[in-house]
């Protein structure tokens, strides 16, 4: 495991160090470029900084070639699991995975089922979250197949910070993060059925509008609410400033499967297009990510991962799932009522940050209460070893702390997957959380994957 410390030191260049947490103030730059997040809180929308910390995180080559090789391979099982799930079923019907498992979580939708979407590739952007242990090994934490977020961070982070100290990356062989934009447009590319290719956002008031906006500029994509687009005679169309009607052939859809379509899903979405998952089940527009991808990111399919590896590609896993436990299982169930203390719990439903219980920090009566919901919902949580991943350092008013991170990995899905040489690393703030995220008060930093 390499840190910043090494690098400056072999290069000996430690003044860099001193340079770039000592120029400017990067955070009062992105706070210029309106680099923010939304949260809704007690029904109030919010828009706040997410806080950048100027000491990267460093990836060696080697490591990173270990990790690529890994997350291409899980995604590539993932994409063939939902194909099968919404298919032919054969690993239902070879009992790998239980069929009840599959049809009662969230994620599965039976709008879904023999649809096949352009080129068979359901998961385009794959958010792939990893944590490394103390002892140096890389652990899965969870899929993020849906809408996956977060890439727009480090790559302007890393824009500000090269304006801000041009010194600070010469000689370091570190790799360009600036490609993020091309993989994302060859990935839309590779599925366009022949048309413009729109970033469909819900507006300013979603969490990850300011995302949605600077990818769009980056790849050179329409960006477009509901409002801009029309299905008419089974094709979709954009809606310009003129009222021109123009042909599309991809959305890179930023709205949640339930808000899609109101003529499918949710009746109420105000947000959607009418009739769109219609036209995509006739093959006459991509969406990027494809519905129903949920099925594959719930964390309970999580726990069958490795097993997806071996039945569809052969293969043992090159990346461990951090140890994973199914109360749905008898044998699980016992082994979390007996060790309900060592364990983490998290909701399947739930998502960023929210719905994860720490057995040790619960009352002995909130203990009893959580077992009997764990004993009448086992379905609905999963039970898993606390990793005590490594601390990375974070400058704090002058000061180096060590807090917990998080490594946010990005596959992107073309003729082949896609890993980009960069991540959104995430770290908590409070010394003494595992949580990461930031709708719990989390910061990112740039992540350095060295060529060399």
Same mark, same amino acid.
């Given at each position: ?6 690098? +400056? ?17 990067? @955070? ?23 806080? +950048? ?20 391979? &899980? ?33 599965? !939708? ?25 002892? $140096? =090994? ?6 993020? !197949? ?32 600036? @490609? ?24 300013? %008031?979603?969490?990850? %509008?300011?995302?949605?906006? %600077? ?14 687009? =029309? ?47 219609? =036209?995509?089940?006739?093959? @006459?527009?991509?969406?990027? #990510? ?11 399919? %999580? ?39 060592? !364990? ?14 720490? $057995? ?9 209460? +959580?077992?009997?919901?764990?004993? #009448?919902?086992?379905? &609905?949580? =999963? ?24 490594? &946010? ?34 910061? +990112?930093?740039?992540?350095?994957? !060295?060529?060399?």
């Amino acid at each position: 495991m390499i840190t910043y410390m090494d690098i +400056f030191n072999r290069e000996k260049n430690v003044e860099d160090l001193e340079v770039y947490t000592g120029v400017g103030d990067v @955070n009062e730059q992105l706070a210029r470029y309106g680099v923010k997040f939304g949260i809704y809180k007690n029904n109030e929308f919010k828009e706040q900084l997410f806080p +950048f910390d100027m000491i990267p995180r460093v990836i060696d080559g080697e490591e990173f070639r270990y990790l690529e090789k890994g997350l291409k391979q &899980r995604v590539k099982a993932l994409n063939l699991f939902i194909d099968d799930i919404y298919g032919e079923k054969h690993i239902i019907k070879d009992k790998v995975i239980p069929e009840e498992f599959i049809y009662a979580g969230s994620g599965y !939708l039976s709008q879904c089922e023999g649809i096949k979407p352009p080129k068979g590739v359901y998961s385009h952007i794959s958010g792939i979250d990893l944590v490394q242990s103390k002892d $140096g =090994i890389w652990y899965v934490l969870e899929d993020n !197949l849906r809408i996956p977020s977060g890439a727009s961070y480090p790559m302007i982070a890393r824009g500000i910070s090269r304006r801000s100290a041009p010194n600070l990356f010469a000689g370091k062989h570190i790799e360009d993060n600036r @490609n993020y934009a091309q993989l994302l447009r060859k990935t839309m590319d590779h599925v366009n059925i022949g048309g413009h290719t729109v970033i469909l956002s819900p507006g300013r %008031y979603n969490a990850a %509008y300011f995302e949605h906006s %600077y990818l769009a500029e980056k790849t050179g994509a329409h960006l477009v609410t509901g409002k801009e687009l =029309i299905v008419e005679n089974d094709k979709l169309y954009f809606i310009d400033y003129s009222g021109r009607k123009e042909r599309v052939g991809a959305v890179y859809r930023r709205i949640s499967d339930e808000y899609l379509d109101p003529m499918n899903f949710n009746k109420e979405s105000v947000i959607g297009i009418p009739h769109i998952f219609d =036209i995509y089940r006739k093959g @006459n527009v991509a969406l990027i #990510n494809a519905p129903g991808n949920g099925v594959a990111d719930d964390k309970g399919i %999580y726990y069958f991962v490795p097993k997806m590896i071996k039945y569809y590609l052969g293969e043992e896993a090159v990346l461990n799932n951090a140890p994973t436990f199914l109360p749905y299982y008898e044998k699980d169930m016992k082994y979390v009522m007996d060790n309900f203390d060592d !364990l983490v719990i998290k909701d399947v439903a739930e998502a960023g940050g929210y719905g994860v219980v720490f $057995g040790n920090k619960l009352s002995s009566e909130e203990k009893v209460r +959580f077992k009997e919901m764990l004993k #009448n919902e086992p379905r &609905r949580f =999963i039970a898993q070893n606390v990793i005590d991943f490594i601390d990375i350092d974070i400058m704090d008013n002058g000061k180096l702390l060590p807090r917990k991170a998080d490594l &946010r990995a990005f596959v992107l899905m073309a003729e082949e997957p896609m890993v980009w040489k960069s991540g959104l690393t995430r770290f908590s703030r409070n010394p003494d959380s595992f949580i990461v995220n930031s709708s719990q008060g989390g910061g +990112f930093k740039d992540t350095w994957v !060295l060529s060399q």
